[in-house]
């Protein structure tokens, strides 16, 4: 069994900046790519930003040159940093990841923490 779990959500002002980390455990033989996705209320999930297992990263437009997606591997642990916040950034904000539980098995993206609350409020 595989656990994700976020932390480093809270309420900040407009401008401030927050860092949400991730950590995973459990049955992990390689972890490849690492997303954070975020959902507002009413809407639809959304992948705000990707790391690969080699580095490369990519991010939705609304918050590129804001966020910045990193990971510690030997932590097995995927970190946002978000700066520069915005009201529309509030979200619950959830990490995804692919993992190969073990050697000779496929890997997967079904694993998911269960979220932290990101509020952006004046």
């Known amino acids: 069994q595989v656990q994700l779990v976020e932390s480093g959500g809270g309420l900040v002002q407009p401008g401030g900046s927050l860092r949400l980390s991730c950590a995973a455990s459990?049955?992990?033989?390689?972890?490849?790519?690492m997303h954070w996705y975020h959902q507002a209320p009413g809407k639809q999930r959304e992948l705000v930003a990707t790391?690969?297992?080699?580095?490369?990263?990519n991010y939705a437009d609304s918050v590129k040159g804001r966020f910045t997606i990193s990971r510690d591997n030997a932590k097995k642990t995927v970190y946002l940093q978000m700066n520069n916040l915005k009201p529309e950034d509030t979200a619950v904000y959830y990490c995804?990841?692919?993992?190969?539980?073990?050697?000779?098995?496929?890997?997967?993206?079904?694993?998911w923490g269960r979220g932290t609350q990101v509020t952006v409020s004046s």
């Open positions: 790391i690969t297992n080699g580095g490369n990263t």
């Open positions: 459990g049955s992990i033989f390689i972890i490849y790519a």
């Open positions: 995804n990841a692919v993992i190969q539980s073990r050697p000779n098995t496929r890997p997967t993206s079904d694993f």
